[in-house]
Structures are given as C-alpha cells and as structure tokens.
C-alpha cells in the first residue's frame, strides 16, 4: 500500500533545520490524523507529532517547541520543520495515520542524520 511518501531527510549538522514532506493519498488525507514517526535504533517508531484534519496538532514532549507539523490540502502533504536538531533526532522518519486508527502499510521513510 503506497499511501505514504516521504523525502527531504539529509546529513546535516546540530542546530541545523530540515523540512520533511510526506505526500499522502487523498482518501486517507482527508479522513484520518497523519502523524510523523522516528524509527529508534532499537527499530521502534515514537510518535513526533500528529496533525488532525482541522489542523489541531499534538507533539511528543522531547520534540514540542523545535518541531512543528502543517498539512497543505492542495498538494496532500503533511510537513515536519525541524528546527535545532540534535545527534538525539538521528533516525529513519516515517509518516502514517495516527496510532488510534490503525497504521497502513510504511512507507520507505526518510533518513534524518545529525553529525557533529
């Protein structure tokens, strides 16, 4: 199921920004909350934030104040800004529906590396 596409992950360094886009097909856009996920070395996705379809958000608390998630309806894409990233953000993002609603198949993520 190819619901989900992410890209713009890159090599950057600590406090650094990077914008994630994930494009999401359009039923699922328009229905479900789509949130951002980070793959743990441990392979365990935590949530990084969520975005409903009314636009209220919701944000892990390692996260909130750096990170900040939008969706816009013309391109059905569902966006993360990072802002001061950390060697502790490193990880494989992935983006899917929220938790509560079941997850669709991954995507192949995009790889986010902060090096000192």
């Known amino acids: 199921q190819g619901q989900f596409v992410e890209s713009g992950g890159a090599l950057v360094q600590p406090g650094e920004s990077l914008t994630l886009s994930c494009t999401v097909s359009g039923t699922i856009f328009s229905i479900y909350p789509i949130g951002w996920y980070r793959q743990t070395p441990r392979n365990q996705r935590e949530l990084v934030a969520v975005i409903h379809t009314g636009g209220g958000t919701r944000y892990t608390d390692s996260f909130k104040g750096r990170f900040t998630i939008t969706r816009d309806s013309a391109t059905k894409t569902v966006s993360l800004q990072m802002n001061g990233l950390a060697p502790e953000d490193t990880g494989l993002y992935f983006c899917?529906?929220?938790?509560?609603?079941?997850?669709?198949?991954w995507g192949q993520g995009t790889q986010v590396t902060v090096s000192s």
């Open positions: 899917n529906k929220d938790r509560a609603y079941g997850f669709d198949a």
